[in-house]
């Protein structure tokens, strides 16, 4: 057995094995285009949260009973998948296909690297674990 390897961990299963974690913000009605196009890519599960936030337009102006005003937050939806690195081109292209309108405030995408993952039902870890 190497020194870097867990007791009971087999060759081909290191739990450092590449894998990156895709973040992706957009506009909350282009969710279902976005989620349907990462399942024809074979993502097999996402975490989806609401949030607020601002880019380089800093929000947006609008008027409420004549009176100017701006919104600092604007809502989006954030999509956050982990996938093996091989992966990684398909997703961002898939995301940014289906997520694009032209406009103002279409989000961004990010993509880090992980370092571990567990199933915490069966122990699996690594890519086995995503």
Known sequence: MRG???PGEARGDRSDAQMKKVEA???PFKLDEV??????????????????GFGRTGGKK??????????DFVPKVKVEVV??????????????????TGRIGDGKIFASPIDEA???????????AI
């Open 4 to 6: 870097d390897m867990r």
């Open 25 to 27: 913000i957009i506009k």
């Open 35 to 52: 989620k349907d196009a990462l399942t024809e890519v074979g993502v097999q599960g996402m975490t989806v949260t609401e949030v607020k």
């Open 62 to 71: 609008e008027v409420y009973r004549g009176s100017a005003y701006v919104v």
């Open 83 to 100: 996938v093996p690195d091989e992966m990684v081109h398909a997703v961002i292209e898939a995301i940014e296909k289906a997520a694009k």
């Open 118 to 128: 567990v199933r915490i039902r069966t122990g699996e870890r690594g890519r086995d």
